[in-house]
């Protein structure tokens, strides 16, 4: 916005805080509250820093180097989250790939924003929201790194053909979210023929919700694997917590029990296991690199003749709910799509004792993510038109997608018992479903090198 009286970041941000504590519906002078999704990041450009909104290249504040960005969250029992994903800029594939990190889009736009937050409640009107803080933001150098190696990893794929590969789950802070009203949203890319989704760069709602509680509100708990982020500039994330593990490959359950002075033998012994591994006192799963790279950890334990007898699987979902989205916006896929899985292998020895094998670092590919959509797709069809029931003795069968039916992922209860149900959209009762990854693929990707 050439010409701009906010023409320093200190100008930027003073105008931001002059909202905290106003309405959304006191602050739209145009309208916008009724034109749905993205509106109220509309209304703060164009009626509070009065400039219309755009899709440039630039900051929207070029002078003073700042893009301004308006994120809402959201208070549960875990403590502040982001609501979602903060998207950046569409990246072009065409140009993109003659880049460095430094002259790349995404740095260029988004390396000091003014982030406004305001808290997002369940059935509250938009305009009834209100504007809680404004943050001047610079990425500190540990994040910095990390989002370096993301784009890095992005543009690898975009110079190998590739980007029609891309997914959120490639990366750990810096993402390539898909970004158009629908699936037939494309663009060509410079190294293959095959159309590509059109994705732009966005940090991960799991990055978002550490920088809302680190810098916004204050809370920094999380234990640290990495204590000198100076590793980073040399290493991934991944590659150092390989080395960490590595001096304890080939050790017996018993072994790594001694080494670290464990006890007893809790049900969580082998993530416990490898919570030592990795220098950790407390969870891994709690750890602060893992919660802002929304890296979930899975204990598997392969037997000695190479199976796998558990399916992988996910949060309960509602009935009623799960009929009201839309696959993009779905709670499986932004729950798998952006995740990094992080397993930690044991198999079983001749005298069925579990030892740590290794860990291999995984996220879904673009094809099997489209497998599991089709699973999905199937599964609100059929609540929809009416789940088919059938009781045999003290079993109960129904006719949701199993796991003969897709190579990847299939549907079954996971409840405490038959009794733990959800309703239907029919008013009838169901035990509590959730989706799995078959056995059969879990064990096809350890397997994978």
Not at 8 to 20: D, S
Request: charge should be neutral; include cysteine.
């Amino acid at each position: 916005m050439s010409g701009s009286i906010y023409d320093t970041p200190a100008k930027v941000l003073k105008r931001a805080q002059e909202a905290i504590g106003k309405k959304i519906k006191d602050i739209d002078t145009t309208g916008r509250l009724e034109t749905g999704k993205g509106a109220i990041g509309t209304i703060i450009e164009e009626s509070w820093f009065g400039y219309s909104p755009n899709s440039t290249a630039e900051p929207d504040f070029p002078e003073a180097g700042v893009e301004l960005k308006v994120t809402p969250y959201k208070r549960t029992s875990k403590g502040i989250s982001a609501k979602e994903r903060l998207v950046c800029n569409i990246i072009d594939y065409m140009t993109e790939h003659e880049k460095t990190f430094e002259s790349s889009s995404f740095w260029h736009k988004c390396q000091k924003m003014v982030i406004m937050s305001y808290k997002y409640e369940d059935g509250v009107a938009k305009g009834e929201f209100s504007i809680d803080n404004a943050l001047l933001f610079t990425f500190p150098n540990e994040y910095r790194a990390v989002i370096k190696n993301d784009w890095e990893k992005i543009v690898a794929k975009i110079r190998a053909g590739e980007a029609h590969l891309l997914t959120e789950g490639d990366t750990l802070y810096l993402a390539a979210c898909t970004k158009g009203k629908n699936s037939s949203s494309v663009r060509r890319q410079p190294f293959s023929k095959i159309p590509a989704k059109q994705r732009a760069y966005s940090l991960k709602a799991s990055f978002m919700t550490n920088i809302l509680r680190r810098y916004i509100f204050g809370n920094e708990n999380d234990e640290k694997i990495i204590k000198d982020w100076h590793l980073l500039e040399t290493n991934s994330l991944e590659g150092i917590i390989e080395k960490k593990v590595s001096e304890y490959i080939g050790k017996t359950q018993r072994e790594l029990k001694e080494k670290f002075n464990i006890d007893n033998s809790p049900k969580n012994l082998n993530m416990l296991l490898f919570s030592r591994m990795i220098g950790l006192s407390g969870d891994a799963e709690r750890a602060h690199e893992f919660e802002n790279a929304n890296i979930i950890p899975k204990t598997i334990c392969v037997d000695k003749d190479g199976s796998i007898k558990e399916s992988m699987s996910f949060p309960a979902f509602k009935f009623c709910d799960i009929i009201n989205e839309t696959w993009e916006d779905s709670e499986l896929r932004n729950l798998i799509e952006p995740a990094k899985f992080l397993f930690v292998i044991f198999k079983k020895n001749d005298v069925d004792e579990p030892v740590f094998e290794r860990i291999k670092f995984w996220n879904i590919p673009a094809e099997d993510l489209e497998k599991v959509k089709k699973v999905w797709e199937r599964t609100v069809s059929i609540i929809k038109e009416g789940v088919q029931i059938e009781t045999c003795g003290q079993k109960t069968k129904n006719n949701l997608p199993k796991s003969t039916e897709s190579d990847v992922a299939h549907v079954r209860p996971h409840a405490r018992n038959k009794s733990d149900t959800y309703p239907l959209p029919d008013g009838r009762e169901l035990t509590k479903q959730c989706f799995w990854f078959n056995n059969a693929y879990v064990k096809k990707i350890i397997a994978e090198s």
